[in-house]
C-alpha cells in the first residue's frame, strides 16, 4: 500500500492525474478496478468501498477537477475552491502531507479571487507549516514554499502590515535566486514585482526601480518563450509606470503605459475580458498627459479614444453568445 499511495501522490503532485488513477486500475483488487474505471461516470459508486481505497479513489478524483477547473468565471473558480480544499482534506487523511500543502495553496489562490481573504491566508498559513516541514527532507518543495510566501505577503502588502509582507517576500525572493530550476522563474518575478510595490508604498524608490527592472527583464524572458506570460508583463509595466510618475520620469511611464496598452489590445482580440485593461492604461495615460505632463490635446485625444473602446466592448459583449 506505501508503494502505490507515493506513486499515486507522485503522479497527482505533477498534475498527471489520469496516470494515477491507471496506477490504481493496474494494481488495486478487483472490486476496485471496476469502480476506478468508472471513477468519472459515477464518483457515488466508490462509497461501498473500504474507506481507504474510497478515500484515495476521491482523491483522484477532486484532484482532476482542480486541475481541470479553468479560475476565469466565477464558477471556475468555485469549482477550483471546493474540489482543492476537498483534495487538501482527503490529503490529511491519507497522511500525504505534501499534496496536503500543494492543494491547501491552490485552494488559497481560489479564495483570493473569490474575495475571501481570511480564509485564504488560513490555508496559505497551514500550507506554510507543512513546506516547512518537508523541506529539512526534501528540497524540491523549496519552490511551493517559495509560492506561499510569495502570496503571504501580498496579503500582508494589501493589510498594510508592511514589515510582516517585507519578511516573507524577501524569504521568498531568497529561495528564488538559489533555485536554477527554471520553472521558479514566474514566482521569482511575482515576488519582485510585489516587493517593488512593497518599496513604492514605503518610499524606497531605488528599491522598488531596482526590483521593477528585475521583474520586467524575467517577464521578457518568460513571454519570448510563452506569451501566456503577456498579461503578467503588461501589469508589471503598469506598476512600474506608476513609480515613474511618482518619481516625475514622465517620458519613462508613458513609454512603459503604451507598451502596455499594446500588449492589452493584443490579447483583448482573443478574449474581451483584457478590455478592461486596455480602459485602465487609457485613463493612466490620460492622467499623466492632463495633470503631470501638461499635454492636454493628447489627454483629450485620449479620453475619445476611451469612449470609442468602451462602445466597441459593449457591442463585442452583445454579440456573445448568452449562457
Known amino acids: 500500500m506505501d508503494k502505490l499511495l507515493k506513486d499515486v501522490a507522485g503522479f497527482i503532485r505533477k498534475g498527471s492525474t489520469l496516470d494515477a488513477l491507471k496506477v490504481v486500475v493496474c494494481r488495486a483488487p478487483d472490486d476496485v478496478k471496476e469502480k476506478a474505471k468508472r471513477l468519472f461516470e459515477n464518483l457515488n459508486a466508490i462509497r461501498s468501498l473500504d474507506e481507504w481505497w474510497a478515500n484515495l479513489l476521491s482523491l483522484i478524483y477532486y484532484a482532476h477537477i482542480s486541475r481541470q477547473s479553468q479560475p476565469v468565471t466565477r464558477l471556475g473558480i468555485a469549482a477550483r475552491a471546493v474540489s482543492s480544499l476537498t483534495a487538501a482534506k482527503l490529503s490529511r487523511k491519507l497522511n500525504i502531507p505534501e499534496l496536503e500543502a500543494v492543494f491547501l495553496l491552490s485552494g488559497a489562490k481560489a479564495l483570493i479571487l ?3 481573504r481570511d ?6 498559513l497551514k500550507a506554510e507549516e507543512i513546506l516547512r516541514d518537508l523541506v529539512k527532507r526534501d528540497e524540491s518543495f523549496l519552490r511551493e514554499l517559495a509560492d506561499v510566501l510569495n502570496n503571504l505577503g501580498i496579503i500582508y502588502l494589501e493589510m498594510n502590515e508592511r514589515e510582516r509582507c517585507e519578511r516573507y517576500l524577501k524569504e521568498a525572493l531568497e529561495i528564488g535566486k538559489r533555485l536554477t ?3 521558479i522563474l514566474p514566482i521569482l518575478a511575482q515576488t519582485l514585482n510585489n516587493l517593488a510595490l512593497l518599496y513604492k508604498e514605503m518610499e524606497r524608490y531605488e528599491d522598488a526601480v531596482k526590483f521593477f ?11 519570448e518563450e ?5 498579461v503578467e508583463l503588461a501589469v508589471v509595466l503598469c506598476n512600474y509606470g506608476v513609480l515613474c510618475k511618482v518619481i516625475g520620469k514622465y517620458e519613462k511611464a508613458e513609454s512603459l503605459y503604451k507598451e502596455a496598452l499594446t500588449i492589452f489590445k493584443k490579447l483583448t482580440e482573443k478574449d474581451i475580458l483584457y478590455g478592461s485593461g486596455v480602459i485602465d492604461v487609457l485613463i493612466s495615460l490620460v492622467r499623466l498627459y492632463y495633470r503631470d505632463m501638461k499635454r492636454y490635446d493628447e489627454a483629450e485625444r485620449y479620453m475619445r479614444t476611451i469612449n470609442q473602446v468602451i462602445k466597441e466592448l459593449i457591442a463585442r459583449m452583445l454579440e456573445l453568445p448568452r449562457a
Open 226 to 230: 510563452d506569451e501566456i506570460y503577456a
Open 213 to 223: 527592472d528585475e521583474a520586467e527583464r524575467i517577464y521578457r524572458k518568460l513571454v
Open 181 to 183: 530550476d527554471e520553472s
Open 119 to 124: 480564509r485564504a491566508e488560513i490555508c496559505y
Open 114 to 116: 473569490m474575495e475571501m
